[in-house]
């Protein structure tokens, strides 16, 4: 059996905040992939990691299975309790480079949270989960990461009868504003207070020490979030699913279950079936974004002031100002996405003005950036283009200098929606994971121009506008 150098944080804290569950074992376990990087990363020998592992048939030695406990906004509506309902945390490792992991299983059997459902997951959103995480990764954008994914040799009944599949997650933490919001609804202040000490020793222990370690806390987290949509706005990323319990206070994408890629840039942008108002469209992630941290903001009110009123004014202030954040971090990446390293007052207005051309084209978002990267100068942008050039004469940068930079963030692949319900159905009709595979592989390296791979960076020949995501892992 591998050794996990384990070392469990949050199974320490009180019983008030999980609840020990081990997994349920499945009857014949297949591994479908092992991430070797990120388990060297992890100081696992990925050779010891096997199937029986993968789906939780066998725990490893030092592991403290448990379910932890959040609530959540589920589209703007309060549900106090959520939790882990298909999900159990195996523990904690400290990496090579000293940061924090947990690792857990998802869709390894009912917990205590599981409600009417049956805490399995299916293989498709499985290899979805994987493949786009780890592509997430490789454009260089904070995310949950992926270890193994395994078949369990049972079936889970959604729509259909389906193949189950248990993947195995890598996050700095799974604690969310849900997680928050599940003590503070109970006036848990007790666990509340460590929680708040908890997340700042492990996610931001610089603040250690600071005045007011709770509005510290809350500035942390809305520039760590601020950063991380700005950066899935840059790749044309929409979530779909931004509950407050799918917001990390770590700052990393975490739970892809409706998300995707746009093809055709449209800001109205909405792909999940059950987002019927277009809530999480992709043009209205920075609001609701701010909108969860307001939700993270009133569960640390007891700490900000001992005036209430005081403690939301200073609350109030502090969500009030994240606009301006989010736009700076938006603005210093889309400035890079059209080759800027020198800042002037028009940049935001240029940059509106490529979004609205591309807008009116109908225009790829992904290939629009790249073709701009590689020099292309696509037609759609006839009345754009001049006033680029313009600007770019007033940058300190050679041609070749601005090509380097432009090709480090602007990708040519991307998870295309239609290659990942391809890799999909062949592995779940045909047992067929070689798309998948292929797809990982040139995925891994979105920046670089790969031979023979044209077809990844291709938009589909049918643009997408139809195209459906489902939750439910
Ligand atoms: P999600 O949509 O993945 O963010 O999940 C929302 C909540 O539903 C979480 O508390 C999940 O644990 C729970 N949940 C989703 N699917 C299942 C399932 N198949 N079995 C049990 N709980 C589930
Ligand atoms: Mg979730």
Not at 379 to 408: I, N
Request: net charge negative.
């Amino acid at each position: 059996m591998t050794a996990i150098p384990f070392d469990n944080s949050y199974a320490r804290l009180p019983g008030t905040m999980h609840v020990g569950v081990a997994p349920t074992p499945v009857e014949a376990p297949r591994l479908i992939k092992v991430n070797e990087a990120l388990a060297r990363e992890l100081g696992i020998d990925p050779q010891g990691l096997t199937a029986e592992m993968a789906v939780g048939n066998l725990l490893p030695a030092g592991a403290t299975p448990i379910a932890q406990a959040y609530a959540g906004h589920q589209f703007g509506n309060f549900v106090p309790q959520l939790g882990d309902g298909r999900a159990i945390l195996l523990g904690e490792v400290v990496d090579q480079a000293g940061r924090r992991r947990d690792i857990q299983l998802k869709g390894s059997g009912p917990t205590p949270f599981s409600r009417r459902g049956d805490g399995r997951a299916a293989l498709g959103p499985v290899l979805r989960e994987y493949l786009v995480s780890e592509a997430m990764h490789a454009l260089g954008i904070p995310t949950t990461r992926a270890l193994m994914a395994a078949t369990t040799g049972e079936k889970v009944y959604r729509d259909r009868i389906l193949p189950g599949a248990v993947l195995t997650r890598v996050a700095a933490s799974h604690i969310r504003v849900g997680t928050f919001q599940f003590f503070a609804v109970r006036r848990d202040h007790d666990s509340l207070a460590l929680l708040l000490e908890h997340v700042i020793a492990r996610h931001y222990p610089d603040l250690r020490g600071a005045e007011n370690p709770a509005l510290a806390l809350l500035d942390a987290v809305m520039a760590a979030q601020a950063e991380l949509v700005s950066r899935w706005m840059q790749v044309g990323f929409i979530h779909g699913v931004m509950n407050t319990d799918n917001t990390s206070v770590s700052g990393e994408t975490i739970d892809y279950g409706p998300c995707a890629f746009m093809d055709v840039y449209d800001p109205a942008t909405v792909f999940s079936s059950i987002d019927e108002y277009g809530r999480y469209a992709y043009a209205n992630q920075p609001a609701i974004v701010q909108w969860n941290l307001a939700r993270l903001s009133e569960t640390l009110l007891g700490f900000l002031d001992a005036d209430r009123n005081e403690a939301i004014r200073i609350a109030t202030g502090r969500i009030e100002a994240f606009p301006a954040i989010y736009t700076g971090r938006w603005l210093a990446g889309f400035r890079r996405k059209i080759g800027l390293v020198s800042e002037e007052e028009g940049d935001l207005d240029l940059i509106q003005a490529l979004l609205d051309a591309m807008q009116q084209a109908r225009a790829d978002f992904t290939l629009t950036f790249r073709r701009l990267s590689r020099g292309g100068e696509p037609s759609a942008l006839a009345d754009w283009l001049p006033k680029w050039h313009e600007r770019l004469a007033r940058d300190p940068q050679t041609p070749e200098q601005r090509h380097a930079l432009m090709q480090s963030v602007n990708p040519a692949y991307i998870p295309r929606n239609h290659l990942v319900e391809e890799m999909i159905s062949a592995a779940v009709e045909q047992g067929d994971y070689a798309p998948f595979e292929s797809m990982l592989r040139v995925l891994m390296t979105p920046y670089a121009e790969q031979e023979g791979a044209e077809r990844y960076a291709a938009p589909p020949e049918e643009p997408d506008f139809a195209y459906r995501t489902f939750c439910g892992t």
